[in-house]
């Protein structure tokens, strides 16, 4: 069983930069696809950006895209989220995802929660003057 731990949360004002980390335990990770998603109390889970086994192919949530990039680093099974322009809005509970077995990405699929496995704890995203 693949696990996941994320870092890289805390708080920052409105337009501020933070880069999460997402640490996988196994050197299979590079054969999974992986994704980031969201949550605030009180409300559903957001999937928030997609990325292939390559790293080659990416995916965004609209209220991201060209503030938020995801990357990986197979070579150190790390996931990344750099996250730019922050609003208050981003402030949330930010989880990597590991995609099952035999998943391949594409712009449809990727935002179902059911087509990922495995979560890790999450970390906090705060975004406040």
Do not use: H
């Not at 590079?30 to 928030?48: C, D, H, I, L, N």
């Not at 197979?74 to 099952?100: F, H, I, V």
């Amino acid at each position: 069983q693949v696990q996941l731990v994320e870092s890289g949360g805390g708080l920052v004002q409105p337009g501020g930069s933070l880069r999460l980390s997402c640490a996988g335990s196994r050197a299979s990770f590079r054969t999974y696809v992986m994704a980031w998603f969201r949550q605030a109390p009180g409300k559903e889970r957001e999937s928030v950006a997609g990325i292939s086994q390559n790293g080659l192919s990416t995916y965004y949530a609209d209220s991201v895209k060209g503030r938020l990039v995801i990357s990986r680093d197979n070579a150190k099974n790390t996931l990344y989220l750099q996250m730019n322009s922050l609003k208050p809005e981003d402030t949330e509970l930010y989880y990597c995802a590991k995609g099952r077995a035999g998943f391949w990405i594409s712009t449809t699929n990727w935002p179902s929660g059911e087509r990922y496995d495995a979560w890790g704890q999450g970390t906090q995203v705060t975004v406040s003057s």
